[in-house]
């Protein structure tokens, strides 16, 4: 088993007054040649945007882009005529494809949206574009993982043109529930939105990451009241 784990106060920071975003790995202007990816992950992006602004229309081509609101209303508008509202309890998913432009603003004039902005590599590349969204509101377990992405378009929670999968979990204090790795190669990314956790015996605080891989399950224990999103990943392209 390996392991590597980035501590919420070691990431990238930019903050341009109508956004404030931190970096797990690599993006724009934070460049750290020791944290590029962890696997076909290649960005986790902890965005806060100010009330009425946003990102304007730009493009996006060979990426599965994944967008998880955890406050506020993230208003989204693309080439291919989507025009949606995503908030807390959904999950979006833009299969970038071939190429597609869109742009993505805080719907509220009166309070910031905060989000988690994913990237994942393909498996396919030039695959036509996509655009989908779902609720998750009434799949959400307390004290278990619940499937919110899976590379299976009848399977639960939005699908990606990847062999990864991603769960939430919210946990009381004291619980404990382990995850299995579903394909073999595949390493598993966590970050802590919530809380402390102990996984695999580390010691993990809000926004902490770990990545583990060359292993077939993960032990997730919560010191506190904690929420957690697990990203299982191929660890190679």
Do not use: C
Request: glycine residues 8%; negative net charge; without cysteine.
């Amino acid at each position: 088993m390996n392991t590597i784990i980035h501590r919420a106060e070691t990431r990238g920071a930019a903050n341009h007054g109508w956004l404030n975003s931190h970096h797990t790995f690599s993006f724009a202007n934070y460049h750290n040649p020791e944290r590029m990816n962890f696997g076909v992950l290649r960005v986790l992006n902890d965005d806060t945007v100010a009330a009425g602004m946003g990102f304007g229309t730009h493009p996006h081509d060979n990426m599965e882009i994944i967008s998880i609101p955890l406050a506020g209303d993230l208003e989204h508008k693309d080439s291919m005529g989507n025009v949606a509202v995503i908030k807390e309890g959904d999950v979006q998913v833009l299969s970038a494809g071939t190429g597609v432009t869109h742009s993505e603003y805080n719907k509220n004039k009166d309070k910031e949206v905060k989000f988690l902005q994913i990237w994942v590599f393909p498996k396919t590349k030039n695959v036509t574009p996509r655009y989908d969204q779902v609720s998750i509101r009434d799949i959400s377990k307390e004290n278990e993982f619940y499937q919110v992405l899976s590379p299976n378009k009848d399977d639960q929670g939005v699908w990606i043109n990847q062999d990864a999968w991603f769960h939430l979990g919210n946990f009381t204090k004291g619980s404990t529930d382990e995850y299995k790795i579903k394909k073999t190669g595949n390493g598993v990314y966590a970050f802590i939105l919530e809380g402390a956790v102990e996984i695999n015996g580390e010691k993990l605080s809000k926004r902490d990451g770990i990545g583990i891989w060359d292993t077939e399950s993960i032990t997730v224990k919560a010191s506190e009241n904690a929420r957690v999103l697990l990203m299982e990943v191929p660890m190679t392209m």
